[in-house]
């Protein structure tokens, strides 16, 4: 009966991995979020920048603000 939560579960998994994830474009908001949280927190801080609540990213991770940044 759970198979679907299985599957979803491996989706899941993969998408952590970085394997087969759909590039995500950003968005003009999402990089003016992410140099805001870098003048706020500094370089490397990804993580409070992340979690911020002033700021919105669109299912990032703080990779993902890393590579942005560099």
């Keep these: ?3 679907g939560q299985e599957e979803d579960d491996v989706v ?3 998408a952590k991995q970085g394997r087969s994830r759909k590039r995500n474009k950003w968005s003009e908001q999402e990089t003016q979020d992410l140099l805001r949280g870098v003048s706020k927190f500094g370089i490397g ?3 409070k920048i992340l ?3 002033e700021f919105a990213f669109n299912q990032r991770t ?4 890393k ?3 560099r």
Excluded: A, G, I, S
């Design 12 to 14: 899941d998994q993969e």
């Design 67 to 69: 590579d942005r940044f």
């Design 51 to 53: 979690q911020c609540p």
């Design 45 to 47: 801080n990804w993580k």
């Design 62 to 65: 703080t990779v993902d603000l």
């Design 1 to 3: 009966e759970n198979q």
